[in-house]
C-alpha cells in the first residue's frame, strides 16, 4: 500500500510541478508587461503559444532529474539542490530553442523572472511537502517498518540514525545476527547513550521473520561485512520471496583505513570506493581561486623581502639562490619544489637524503636563521600558483624517504589524495621536523578525512598568528 501511494504521489508531484512552471511563464509575462514599463508591450497570447514547448522541455527536464526518486533520507537541502540543477537545465535548453525560434524576440527579462519565479515555485512546494511529511511520520503516520540484518557496528549506526531522525520515517523493528548476545555500539556521531540491539533471530532466520511479520516489513537492510557474501546471498534469495525491499549498507568499519569513500556506477553497476581523491565540486573551484589569489598578492606584496633574502643567501656560500628538490604531490605525481637554499651545494653528498635534525650543522649562517624562520618556504608561492601545490595541505616529502616511511606507518600515502601545501594541519599544530612520523602522518589524515573551506582558513589564519617560528622549525 506504501509502494502504490508513494507511485502515486511521485506521479501527483510530477503534475503539480508542470502546472506550477506553466503558472511562472504566466506570472513572469505578467512582472514584465503590466507591472514594469516594457519598451514595447506583448500580448499574453504570444508567450502562451510557446508554453505547450515549454512544458514539454521542462517535463523531460524534471523526469530526468531524479526528482521523482523515493528518498526518505535525504536530506531538505539536497533536495532544494536537486531543483536547482533541474531548473538550471531547464532554462539552458528553453534558452537555446528560443534563441532558434524566429516568429519574435523573447524578452531576455522575462526568461530571467520566469526562472527565478519557477525555483521558488518548486522549491517552495517541496519545503511546504517536506514539512507535511516530517509532521506525519514523526506522529507515526506513513511510517516504513525496518529489519536490519547484521547488528555490528554499521546496523547500529543505521538504526540510531533512523531514530535520530524521525521525520524519515523509518521504524526499526529489530535485528538479525548470528551471535546470541550483542553488546550496544558507541558511536561519536550520536552522543546520546546506545541501546543494545533487540535480536529476532539468526541471519538464517530472515525467512521465518519475514513470513511471520508477513508484510509488515517494508525494508530490510543488510549491514554485513564484505566477507559474507554467502549470507548476503541468503537474504536476497529470502527477500524475491517477499514484497519487502533490500539495501546494503557494507558494514565497512573493520577497515581501519578509509578515504572519501562513495558509491559510483559503471554502467549499472555499483561500484564502492573506498580509498580515493575527494570528488571535485565547486569548493574545489573556490579553493584554487582562493589559492591563486593569495599566492599572487603573497609574492607581490614580499617582493622587497625576497630581494633582500635572494642578496643573503648569495652572499652567504657560493651556489644558486633557489634550490629545486624533487617532492610528490597529489595522486603520487611529483614536481620540483622551489626553496630559498640554506645549506651548501654538497650538502648531501655523502648522507644522501635526510630530514634535518635539532642542532645539524650544514646549514649556511642565512640558511640556519631561514629554516628557524620558515622564510625558505616562501618561494612555493610560485609552486601554488603553477598548480604544483595549495596554500595549505600536507607537507610534500621527497620520493626516495617515501619509500622508507610508506611502510613505516600504516596509511602513509593516503596523504597524497589531495594536494601538498604550504602550511598544513599537522604544522600548525608543531607536527614539523624531525618530530614524530606517526603523529604528523595522523594530523595529515585527518586533514584530509575533514577538509573545508572553513578549516583552510582556520589554518592560514593559525599559521599567521603564531607566526613562522617554532623549535621544532631547523
Given at each position: 500500500?506504501l ?23 504566466v506570472?513572469?509575462?505578467?512582472v514584465?508587461?503590466e507591472?514594469?514599463t ?5 500580448p ?5 503559444g510557446?508554453?505547450p514547448?515549454v512544458l514539454a ?13 523515493t ?8 533536495v532544494?539542490?536537486?531543483v ?6 531547464g532554462?539552458v535548453?528553453?534558452?537555446?530553442a ?13 526568461v ?7 525555483s521558488?515555485?518548486?522549491?517552495g ?6 514539512a ?19 547488528a555490528?557496528k554499521a546496523?547500529q549506526?543505521l538504526?540510531?540514525a ?33 541501546d543494545?540491539?533487540r ?8 525467512g ?9 516489513v517494508?525494508m530490510?537492510?543488510?549491514a554485513l561485512?564484505?566477507s ?6 541468503a537474504?536476497a ?13 557494507p558494514?565497512?568499519f ?7 569513500s562513495?558509491v ?20 574545489h ?9 593569495f ?15 635572494a642578496?643573503?643567501?648569495?652572499l652567504?656560500?657560493?651556489?644558486p639562490?633557489?634550490?629545486?628538490q ?28 635526510v630530514?634535518?635534525t ?11 636563521f ?17 598548480g ?5 595541505g ?6 626516495a ?9 600504516p596509511?602513509y600515502?593516503l596523504?597524497?589524495k ?5 602550511t ?12 614524530s612520523?606517526?603523529?604528523?602522518i ?8 575533514n577538509?573545508?573551506l ?8 593559525m ?12
Amino acid at each position: 500500500m506504501l509502494r502504490e501511494r508513494s507511485l502515486l504521489l511521485q506521479r501527483l508531484l510530477f503534475g503539480v510541478d508542470l502546472a506550477l512552471v506553466a503558472l511562472a511563464w504566466v506570472l513572469a509575462w505578467a512582472v514584465r508587461f503590466e507591472v514594469l514599463t516594457p519598451p514595447e508591450w506583448v500580448p499574453l497570447a504570444r508567450y502562451l503559444g510557446f508554453l505547450p514547448f515549454v512544458l514539454a522541455v521542462w517535463g523531460g527536464v524534471l523526469l530526468v532529474s531524479g526528482l521523482y526518486q523515493t528518498r526518505r533520507a535525504q536530506r531538505l537541502t539536497l533536495v532544494v539542490w536537486s531543483v536547482a540543477r533541474a531548473v538550471g537545465l531547464g532554462l539552458v535548453v528553453s534558452l537555446g530553442a528560443l534563441f532558434f525560434y524566429r516568429a519574435f524576440s523573447f524578452s531576455r527579462l522575462h526568461v530571467v523572472l520566469f526562472a527565478g519565479i519557477a525555483s521558488a515555485l518548486l522549491v517552495g512546494l517541496r519545503v511546504g511537502v517536506f514539512a507535511v511529511l516530517r509532521r506525519g511520520r514523526q506522529q507515526g503516520r506513513n511510517v516504513r517498518r525496518v529489519l536490519i540484518v547484521g547488528a555490528g557496528k554499521a546496523g547500529q549506526r543505521l538504526a540510531r540514525a533512523f531514530r535520530h531522525y524521525p521525520w524519515m520515517g523509518f521504524e526499526v523493528i529489530g535485528f538479525l545476527d548470528d551471535r546470541a548476545e550483542v553488546a550496544a555500539e558507541p558511536d561519536a556521531l550520536y552522543p546520546e547513550p546506545p541501546d543494545p540491539p533487540r535480536l529476532l533471530g539468526t541471519i538464517d532466520d530472515v525467512g521465518a521473520v519475514l513470513d511471520r511479520h508477513g508484510e509488515a516489513v517494508d525494508m530490510v537492510y543488510a549491514a554485513l561485512p564484505l566477507s559474507a557474501a554467502d549470507k548476503i546471498q541468503a537474504v536476497a534469495e529470502a527477500c524475491t520471496r517477499h514484497t519487502a525491499h533490500l539495501c546494503l549498507v557494507p558494514d565497512l568499519f573493520g577497515l581501519d583505513l578509509l578515504l572519501n569513500s562513495r558509491v559510483s556506477d559503471v554502467d549499472g553497476l555499483p561500484v564502492i570506493h573506498l580509498i580515493d581523491e575527494a570528488p571535485f565540486d565547486a569548493r574545489h573551484l573556490v579553493k584554487r581561486a582562493a589559492d591563486v589569489v593569495f599566492s599572487a598578492a603573497a609574492l607581490v606584496v614580499l617582493a622587497p623581502l625576497l630581494a633582500a633574502i635572494a642578496g643573503a643567501v648569495k652572499l652567504s656560500s657560493p651556489g644558486p639562490v633557489l634550490y629545486r628538490q624533487r617532492r610528490m604531490g597529489l595522486n603520487g605525481q611529483t614536481f620540483d619544489i622551489l626553496k630559498f637554499r640554506s645549506m651548501p651545494t654538497d650538502a648531501e653528498a655523502a648522507s644522501g637524503p635526510v630530514w634535518s635534525t635539532h642542532g645539524e650543522s650544514r646549514a649556511t649562517t642565512a640558511g640556519a636563521f631561514l629554516r628557524r624562520t620558515s622564510l625558505d618556504e616562501l618561494p612555493q608561492f610560485w609552486n601554488v600558483l603553477r598548480g604544483d601545490m595549495s596554500v595549505v595541505g600536507p607537507r610534500p616529502e621527497r620520493p626516495a624517504l617515501i619509500e622508507r616511511f610508506r611502510d613505516q606507518v600504516p596509511g602513509y600515502m593516503l596523504r597524497h589524495k589531495t594536494k601538498a601545501g604550504i602550511t598544513g594541519w599537522a604544522q600548525v599544530h608543531g607536527w614539523r621536523g624531525d618530530t614524530s612520523l606517526a603523529k604528523r602522518i595522523e594530523y595529515d589524515l585527518w586533514y584530509v578525512q575533514n577538509w573545508s573551506l572553513g578549516l583552510d582558513a582556520k589554518i592560514v589564519l593559525m599559521t599567521v598568528w603564531r607566526g613562522f617560528v617554532h623549535p621544532n622549525a631547523h
